[in-house]
Structure formats: structure tokens, C-alpha cells
T-cell receptor
């Protein structure tokens, strides 16, 4: 149980375009979803926390207009990187927590390369 | 002050060795302690979680929490090449916010 699917696993886009990353909880309802960014050989950096039906809470230093997060249902959250630039190239990972379950489940990650 | 101190540097051990990974932390309010394993270019997967102090064993893995010393450990017995990965400690307390260590890269040499 507690499976989180993240798509796409890898994406290459041109500078200036937008990219959408999806995170789905397959067998449980995720009341809260988290989006992380991870640079090579570094730990996970929390970008934002989203609760279903509410606006996301962004961590300090994360541009909310650049990283748009939508959590419209209990099983789906999306992260859209708008007007992507090469410095946005990174590994993005989502995780989800459901009611009564402690120990967040992570998606498989999305490697974004902006050229 | 960082909530979780930097994990030790990369480890390389021979197959069958006992591996010890650890994290120290500063926030005494942490109550949940977790270890995640992350293979290259994959998302982290939860290995073990422990509430408060004590030991927890699952197969070849043992997690220890010493809240008095603010120190947690993960032991891997009879290490296998398939254990080669990055291991992340994580902890959480009131408010449900997670804090991750930077991770320790483990290589088990056949």
C-alpha cells in the first residue's frame, strides 16, 4: 500500500517554456502533499506543502509565481515550473501523507533539464 | 543552527560487513525518526520509522534512537551490494514538519 506515482520521470525543455509534473497517490487519499527539490549529492529541500483544496504554503525563498502548485483532489497534486531557466534544472520529488499514516511516501522523482 | 547535523561522508564496505549510519540533531521536540533509502535517480523509500527512544529491528536493519544524546543510528547487518544507496535520516515533531539529513552514500563492494 501507500504508493505514490510521479510523472514524468525525466523531462527536457527549452528555456522559457513551462513544465508540469504530476504526483498521484494511487491507493490512499493524500490530504497533504509535499514538493522537494534535490541537487546532486545533497539532501531534499522542501519547496512547498499543499493541502487538498487549499493554497500551497511555500518555504522561504521559493518563488510561488514560478513554482505553481495545485492540489485539486485528494489523489493529485501538480507542480508547474513556469518560464523555466537552466538554473531550474534539478531533481524534483513529491511525497504524500494520508490520514492515519505516518512516514511519508515519496514519488520516484522527476529529473528536469532546461536547455 | 541546523536541525539535523551533516551526516558522515561516503562509506565503502565489503559485502557482509556491518554498516553503521548515524545522525545527530538539535531539536529536543522531535518525536518521530525515520530512515529512507534512495537509489540513484529515484525517490526515497521509507526503510524504518521509530517513535521516541529505543530500538526497532526489521530483518537486517536495526534503527536506534537515543533522545538523551539526540543521536539516531541505522545498522545494516550482512550488507549486500544491493544495499548500495544513499541513506537519509529524517525526523519530525509537533507541526509535522520533516527535517532531513544530507544523506550518507553507501557502497557495498562484492
Amino acid at each position: 500500500g501507500a504508493v505514490v506515482s510521479q510523472h514524468p520521470s525525466r523531462v527536457i525543455c527549452k528555456s522559457g517554456t513551462s513544465v508540469k509534473i504530476e504526483c498521484r497517490s494511487l491507493d490512499f487519499q493524500a490530504t497533504t502533499m509535499f514538493w522537494y527539490r534535490q541537487f546532486p549529492k545533497q539532501s531534499l529541500m522542501l519547496m512547498a506543502t499543499s493541502n487538498e483544496g487549499s493554497k500551497a504554503t511555500y518555504e522561504q525563498g521559493v518563488e510561488k509565481d514560478k513554482f505553481l502548485i495545485n492540489h485539486a483532489s485528494l489523489t493529485l497534486s501538480t507542480l508547474t515550473v513556469t518560464s523555466a531557466h537552466p538554473e531550474d534544472s534539478s531533481f524534483y520529488i513529491c511525497s504524500a501523507a494520508g490520514q492515519g499514516y505516518y512516514g511519508y511516501t515519496f514519488g520516484s522523482g522527476t529529473r528536469l533539464t532546461v536547455v | 543552527q541546523k536541525e539535523v547535523e551533516k551526516d558522515p561522508g561516503p562509506l565503502s564496505v565489503p559485502e557482509g560487513a556491518i554498516v553503521s549510519l548515524n545522525c545527530t540533531y538539535s531539536n529536543s521536540a522531535f518525536q518521530y525518526f525515520m530512515w529512507y533509502r534512495q537509489y540513484s535517480r529515484k525517490g526515497p523509500e521509507l526503510l524504518m520509522y521509530t517513535y521516541s527512544s529505543g530500538n526497532k529491528e526489521d530483518g537486517r536493519f536495526t534503527a536506534q534512537v537515543d533522545k538523551s544524546s539526540k543521536y539516531i543510528s541505522l545498522f545494516i547487518r550482512d550488507s549486500q551490494p544491493s544495499d548500495s544507496a544513499t541513506y537519509l535520516c529524517a525526523m519530525s515533531g509537533p507541526g509535522n514538519q520533516f527535517y532531513f539529513g544530507t544523506g550518507t552514500s553507501l557502497t557495498v563492494i562484492p
